[in-house]
């Protein structure tokens, strides 16, 4: 364990023993150090850090950023992960449900090729399964500094068909300092700004002894990052092309939700009605993202793509091409019949392209997460910088 991690969670934790209990403790619910407080039950959790930037990751837990903060303990906390799993232990048992602002998972979720349902499953939420191997495997963690942590495990992921995936998967995270985030978001930030950002490289290769094709399925690497919501919050999607509607998930959507304005989806991401939307290749910018007045918080991903041919369909409805699919989706939280609430939280989230391999070939998908915080008017200039936005101008809902 790093010096600054073992001093993050003895600092954590002195404050429990002293104050004799969480509902105590200094730092103020919605703050980095109270979740910190909860997540030192996990044993490996690590803290990145870069000055006042702050992630909070475990390698063991296959790599998963947690949450993170742009002014360290007692800045927000950005993300969203399922406190009580592990106030009550239950986060040992199954990985899947404890969200983070950013996680590997694998796609296609609904379809032919779905990697959620065995053979002859129903095609409901009631009989959807996570892969055991994704559920509960541990990473064994392969490289560790105060910047950087990088762990690894192999995992067996089946399908719909009945095909069984071997692959070994890496995960590489690492905290990026203020230069690094001007750099590759081509700003200059200003002084009244504070930010966090990180970069997750997910790397899988075929660890099996047969070749991954088309007529058995193929995976995406998926990239989901659970965000803390807020009532006028709204993802913002800048596309190339011309587009007049977006893909469309679970249930009906209309102009209260979603609208589409000079070569932008603004999508309203409150977590009160649960929904997806995503983009199709053929409109996708490597870069999107979201933006909260009430929080004074900007927040930008950015992500490797490569404008390939195959994209994995995790449409529920039938499907026409099941190669044909989504590059960027949002997730919103909220409530239907037999789903939700999950959070809350919405969700960013990133696919890879799905990749034929022969045995020992790999393939890859690297996401960047930024925060940004301070006055709109500091945080207009990075929107217009790297979304070509207006916020003042944005869609009002």
């Known amino acids: 364990m790093s010096t600054s991690s073992l001093l993050f969670r003895l600092a954590a934790i002195t404050s429990l023993l ?11 619910e919605g703050t980095f150090g109270h979740d910190l407080d909860i997540l030192n039950a996990v044993e490996d959790i690590q803290v990145l850090q870069s000055g006042q930037s702050l992630v909070a990751v475990s390698g063991a837990l296959q790599g998963r950023v947690f949450t993170s903060s742009a002014d360290g303990l007692e800045g927000p906390s950005f993300g969203w992960f399922k406190r009580t799993a592990f106030k009550d232990g239950s986060f040992k048992k199954h ?9 590997m998972w694998f796609g296609p979720q609904f379809g032919k090729y779905s990697v959620f349902f065995p053979p002859g499953a129903k095609d409901t939420d009631e009989e959807m399964r996570m892969a055991p191997d994704l559920d509960t495997l541990n990473f064994t963690v392969t490289k560790q500094t105060d910047q950087e942590i990088v762990s690894s495990g192999q995992l067996r992921i089946g399908n719909f068909q009945g095909y069984t995936f071997t692959l070994a998967a890496e995960r590489k995270v690492s905290i990026l300092d203020r230069p690094t985030i001007e750099g590759q978001l081509d700003i200059t930030l200003s002084d009244k700004i504070k930010q966090v950002g990180f970069a997750t490289q997910t790397t899988i290769e075929n660890a099996g ?13 998926w990239i989901l990052g659970c965000m803390v919501p807020s009532d006028s919050a709204l993802a ?20 209260s939700r979603v609208k589409i304005k000079d070569s932008t989806v603004y999508y309203r991401a409150d977590a009160n009605y649960l ?12 870069v999107f993202g979201s933006y909260s007045p009430e929080l004074n918080l900007l927040t930008i991903v950015q992500f490797s793509f490569t404008n390939d041919s195959l994209y994995v369909n995790s449409q529920r409805v039938k499907q026409d091409d099941p190669y044909r699919g989504d590059v960027i989706n949002v997730f ?30 790999s393939m890859y998908h690297l996401s960047r997460t930024y925060h ?4 709109e008017a500091a945080l207009e200039k990075i929107a217009q910088a790297v979304l070509n936005v207006s916020l003042r101008d944005r869609a009002r809902f």
């Open 18 to 28: 002293f104050f004799g209990c969480e509902a105590e403790a200094p730092f103020a």
């Open 95 to 103: 990985y899947s449900g404890l969200g983070g602002e950013d996680r």
């Open 209 to 221: 002894n047969a070749a991954w094709e088309k007529e058995t399925g193929l995976l995406s690497i």
């Open 236 to 255: 913002i999607i800048p596309f190339k092309g011309d587009m007049d509607t977006v893909t469309n998930y679970f249930t009906p959507l209309d102009g």
């Open 275 to 286: 929904n997806k939307i995503g983009i199709l290749p053929e409109h996708t910018l490597p």
């Open 332 to 361: 919103n939280d909220g409530v239907t019949p037999t789903a939700g609430p999950f959070g809350p939280f919405y969700e960013l989230e990133t696919s890879s392209a799905a990749k034929p391999l022969l045995p020992g070939e």
């Open 372 to 375: 940004f915080t301070g006055p």
